[in-house]
């Protein structure tokens, strides 16, 4: 099937799903983007249904509920494979502001597009938009073929009281070759500051996010990935002379509970 042909499914009915939040105190741009639909899940990453950003991000609904969607994580290197780009979330950001995260996170949406599972295109397509929505990277500097799926996570991890994030997400890896580091221009709303960093420069980031009093912080997934497959991955890549030899064929396959 086509992405054209696509159809999009009825969503399950959600109505057991009540909690509720003002969002009046937020940022106009971020409450906006609550409204964007998500894809829910089972725990076996079938379609269920459709739920908006916000319900799906309210504590209330995900220990309620087990209300879970489908999320990816973009990690786009420098062309020698030697740094990594990292940003640091707005502090207009509902969830996680101010937290030093992988390069591009986020869900894809409940669209004909982003909803194709073959080849997992949904989610490239969703990867692309967003690394020009947040980062300002042209969809020509990433093409869809360039991004590599390693593996998928299970995690659930709260952000503060009222919001957190209850997601199987996809890993991509990208290492654009055109030029040494890619040309980007960050949304001020989405992102507070960004950096390369080597290997050795991110253990410094990740002990400071688990240092009292450092003032870093660190996204709750990006530390899970970091801690159980990035070092490893990224050692793989710069062994094997390209990212696209770093999927494990096993690990495609497999969802990790973290």
């Given at each position: 099937?086509?992405?054209?042909?696509?159809?999009?499914?009825?969503?399950?009915?959600?109505?057991?799903?009540?909690?509720?939040?003002?969002?009046?105190?937020?940022?106009?741009?971020?409450?906006?983007?609550?409204?964007?639909?998500?894809?829910?899940?089972?725990?076996?990453?079938?379609?269920?249904?459709?739920?908006?950003?916000?319900?799906?991000?309210?504590m209330k609904n995900i220990l309620a509920h087990n209300l879970l969607?489908?999320?990816?994580?973009?990690?786009?290197?420098?062309?020698?494979?030697?740094?990594?780009?990292?940003?640091?979330?707005?502090?207009?950001?509902?969830?996680?502001?101010?937290?030093?995260?992988?390069?591009?996170?986020?869900?894809?949406?409940?669209?004909?597009?982003?909803?194709?599972?073959?080849?997992?295109?949904?989610?490239?397509?969703?990867a692309q938009r967003k690394l020009f929505h947040e980062l300002g990277?042209?969809?020509?500097?990433?093409?869809?073929?360039?991004?590599?799926?390693?593996?998928?996570?299970?995690?659930?991890?709260?952000?503060?009281?009222?919001?957190?994030?209850?997601?199987?997400?996809?890993?991509?890896?990208?290492?654009?070759?055109?030029?040494?580091?890619?040309?980007?221009?960050?949304?001020?709303?989405?992102?507070?500051?960004?950096?390369?960093?080597?290997?050795?420069?991110?253990?410094?980031?990740?002990?400071?996010?688990?240092?009292?009093?450092?003032?870093?912080?660190?996204?709750?997934?990006?530390?899970?990935?970091?801690?159980?497959?990035?070092?490893?991955?990224?050692?793989?890549?710069?062994?094997?002379?390209?990212?696209?030899?770093?999927?494990?064929?096993?690990?495609?396959?497999?969802?990790?509970?973290?």
């Open positions: 099937m086509g992405q054209s042909d696509v159809v999009i499914p009825t969503p399950a009915p959600l109505d057991s799903i009540i909690a509720d939040v003002d969002l009046s105190s937020y940022d106009d741009e971020q409450v906006k983007l609550m409204e964007e639909m998500c894809i829910v899940l089972d725990r076996d990453d079938n379609r269920i249904g459709a739920g908006s950003k916000k319900d799906c991000h309210l969607h489908r999320a990816f994580s973009v990690f786009l290197f420098s062309a020698d494979g030697t740094k990594l780009l990292l940003q640091q979330r707005a502090t207009e950001k509902i969830t996680f502001p101010d937290a030093w995260t992988n390069t591009c996170c986020s869900h894809p949406l409940n669209t004909a597009d982003e909803l194709v599972e073959k080849d997992n295109l949904g989610v490239r397509t969703a990277i042209e969809a020509k500097d990433v093409p869809l073929d360039d991004f590599h799926f390693l593996t998928r996570i299970h995690y659930l991890a709260p952000s503060d009281e009222t919001w957190g994030e209850h997601e199987i997400d996809y890993i991509l890896f990208m290492r654009p070759q055109h030029k040494e580091l890619i040309d980007m221009n960050p949304s001020p709303n989405e992102v507070r500051d960004v950096k390369w960093v080597t290997q050795e420069e991110l253990r410094v980031l990740l002990d400071q996010g688990v240092t009292k009093d450092s003032g870093i912080i660190v996204t709750p997934w990006f530390k899970l990935i970091c801690d159980n497959f990035l070092f490893k991955w990224w050692d793989t890549m710069l062994a094997k002379g390209g990212v696209d030899k770093v999927a494990d064929e096993e690990e495609v396959k497999k969802i990790y509970r973290l």
